[in-house]
C-alpha cells in the first residue's frame, strides 16, 4: 500500500522559513517523481516544487524558485521553505507519480497518490 505522510506546517511571521516533510513508503517501483501541491480555499491546487527519484530534474514554481528547495533522504522528501509570504498560505500535500515525469510539470491527473494537506499559515 502507498502511502505519503505530510508534516511541518504551522503558522510563521512573513520572512520566517518552515520545513515540509513527505515521508512515503509502498513503492514497489524505481522510477517515481514526487513533490509538492498547494491549494487556497476557492482555487484550483497548484505545483510548487517536484523531483524525480533519480535527483536529476526537478521543477519550481515560479512563484518560489529561490525561496524554496526539494531535498531528499531515503523515502522522505523534504521542502524547505525561506522568506516566507502571506501568499504562501495555503494546505500544501505532497503527491507521488509512478515514473519519471517527462517533462517535468505538475499536471495533478498524472499523480497516483496523494497525502493529507498541511496547513501553512503566513501571517503577522
Known amino acids: 500500500e502507498v502511502q505519503l505522510q505530510a508534516s511541518g506546517g504551522g503558522l510563521v511571521q512573513p520572512g520566517g522559513s518552515l520545513r515540509l516533510s513527505c515521508a512515503f513508503s509502498?513503492?514497489?517501483?524505481?522510477?517515481?517523481?514526487i513533490g509538492w501541491f498547494r491549494q487556497v480555499s476557492g482555487k484550483e491546487r497548484e505545483g510548487v516544487a517536484l523531483?524525480?527519484?533519480?535527483?536529476?530534474m526537478t521543477y519550481y514554481a515560479d512563484s518560489v524558485t529561490g525561496r524554496f528547495t526539494l531535498s531528499s533522504d531515503k523515502n522522505t522528501v523534504h521542502l524547505q521553505m525561506n522568506s516566507l509570504e502571506p501568499e504562501d498560505t495555503a494546505v500544501y500535500y505532497c503527491?507521488?507519480?509512478?515514473?519519471?515525469?517527462?517533462?517535468?510539470?505538475?499536471?495533478?491527473?498524472?499523480?497516483?497518490?496523494w497525502g493529507q494537506g498541511t496547513q501553512v499559515t503566513v501571517s503577522s
Open positions: 523531483l524525480t527519484s533519480s535527483n536529476d
Open positions: 509502498g513503492f514497489t517501483l524505481d522510477d517515481y517523481t
Open positions: 503527491a507521488a507519480s509512478i515514473g519519471v515525469l517527462y517533462p517535468l510539470i505538475p499536471s495533478i491527473p498524472l499523480f497516483d497518490f
